[in-house]
Nanobody, 120 residues
């Protein structure tokens, strides 16, 4: 069982930056997909950014040009650099990692989340 722990959240003013980190208890080299999701008050959990084992990245429209996802296999860590933050970015941010177990099945691992609050 892989444990994920997020860190780096906090309170920041609009226009500021934060870098979230997600460290896994084991190697992430076998993870096929890693990503950041967020859930705002009264909202569903939505994807923010994902990165594949091959390094391909995808971003939600709201994150494009402002957020950057990256990973460091040697440190078993995935990062989310968030710049030009807006009040609408306020949410609990969750790290997710996925490991394929067969052609159609995968194990998902979630962190506990880290709160990001952007003040106007």
């Amino acid at each position: 069982q892989v444990q994920l722990e997020e860190s780096g959240g906090g309170l920041v003013q609009a226009g500021g930056s934060l870098r979230l980190s997600c460290i896994a208890s084991g190697s992430i080299a076998s993870m096929t997909l890693m990503g950041w999701y967020r859930q705002g008050p009264g909202k569903v959990r939505d994807p923010v950014a994902t990165i594949t084992s091959g390094g391909s990245t995808r971003y939600a429209d709201s994150a494009k040009g402002r957020f950057t996802i990256s990973r460091d296999n040697a440190k078993n860590t995935v990062y989310l650099q968030m710049n030009s933050l807006k009040p609408d970015d306020t949410a609990v941010y969750y790290c997710k990692m996925q490991k394929s177990t067969s052609l159609f099945l995968a194990d998902d691992y979630w962190g506990q989340g880290t709160q990001v609050t952007v003040s106007s």
